[in-house]
């Protein structure tokens, strides 16, 4: 296993501040005191691979990155199990879907190992900021990017490679409830041949006007449609979509170039597929989804991700329309609870899931 050099850290923070931070996560805006970096040029590969304090990052007002947008990133997180120990979820999965997107932007591919040694040597020297509430963990954000000061436009022959982590709570907050979903209408999130399956912030910056406009409608998220083909659903701003049936299947999006292969989906469909559920990845148009609540056909909807693992659905407006679905369902309970106490290790990991990083 690669080995990362560990840097000094001046001033660690105090016990008694991580305590305070993890009474109280949230997500996304307490981060832990250091973080992984591995450097790599065209001409020496990934080398450079180290632990250092947490700060700010140097770059040239000419980083290609700042100009070409040359960047991608991950998204999983850490567990503490009941004996301490500390897990995390598929992260092999994690490690094929950055090479996938870095194959896409044009950024170096890293071999599985030396994603995994960042993920564990990080973690083991932050182990602290792991909080151990319910559905609780520490998020770990890998992500790559072009360094390099040159304002042409070809692959930069310089990249950073970071990991950084932050403790996370419930990412809706609070109790689980159904979330409110907006359907745009006015913007699509990717284009056949486009970047849609690449985990590359872009596509997240394309979302954000579309999502403030489900805000401002008093919705949570947004949901995005394929005009191609008849405004089949695609997926929302950051999680996949799926549909229960009152005869035994789930439907989610297949999969067609413009939608993120996401890994709790993946983890949604088998755990599913293990309940006798008939999985169908296909095209779903907005009209069968309606057609589906209003018979009774579709009893339930949920959506899933890293961040919210799997959050029910309860309204999605279209318009001056909405369509409501029955709130959280048993097949929707069921997946969710199974699912976090797998990566919890109050379940049992059948498919070899969980990873131990410390």
């Not at 999983?76 to 994690?94: L, Q």
């Not at 292969?261 to 989804?289: K, N």
Request: with cysteine; net charge negative; glycine share 10%.
């Amino acid at each position: 296993m690669t080995q990362f050099d560990v840097v000094d850290h001046p001033n660690p923070t105090p016990a008694e501040r991580i305590a305070e931070v993890l009474q109280n996560p949230g997500f996304g805006t307490n981060f832990s005191d250091r973080t992984a970096v591995v450097d790599w040029t065209a001409d020496a590969g990934w080398h450079n691979a180290r632990i250092e304090p947490y700060g700010p990052i140097s770059l040239d007002p000419a980083a290609s990155v700042l100009h070409y947008a040359q960047e991608i990133f991950e998204g999983m997180k850490a567990y503490r199990h009941a004996d301490g120990s500390i897990y995390t979820f598929r992260p092999e999965a994690n490690a094929a879907r950055m090479n996938k997107s870095a194959r896409r932007l044009a950024l170096p591919e890293m071999d599985q190992e030396l994603f995994l040694a960042s993920l564990e040597q990080l973690v083991a020297v932050d182990r602290d900021w792991v909080p151990s509430g319910e559905g609780e963990a520490l998020y770990l954000r890998p992500f790559m990017f072009a360094t390099e000061a040159f304002l042409g436009v070809r692959p930069a022959k310089e990249v950073s490679y970071r990991v950084i982590a932050s403790p996370a709570g419930n990412y809706f907050g609070g109790e689980l409830k159904p979330v409110r979903i907006w359907v745009s209408r006015d913007y699509s999130r990717a284009a056949p041949g486009g970047t849609g399956d690449a985990k590359t912030g872009g596509n997240y910056a394309a979302s954000l006007a579309p999502q403030q406009q489900a805000i401002e409608k008093g919705c949570d998220q947004v949901l995005f449609l394929d005009p191609l083909h008849d405004n089949a659903i695609e997926e929302l701003g950051g999680m996949n979509v799926f549909l229960v049936t009152n005869d035994g299947r789930l439907l989610t999006p297949q999969l067609t170039g413009t939608i993120l292969e996401g890994v709790t989906r993946s983890s949604v469909i088998q755990l599913a597929q293990d309940r006798g559920l008939r999985v169908e990845e296909r095209r779903i148009t907005l009209e069968e989804w309606d057609r589906g609540v209003s018979d009774g056909t579709i009893t339930e909807v949920f959506a899933c991700g890293t961040a919210a693992v799997i959050t029910p659905i309860g309204e999605l407006v279209d318009g001056e329309k909405t369509i409501a679905s029955t709130g959280t369902g048993e097949v929707t309970q069921a997946i969710r609870e199974e699912l976090l106490g797998i990566q919890t290790g109050t379940v049992e990991d059948r498919h070899g899931w969980l990873h131990k990083l410390a």
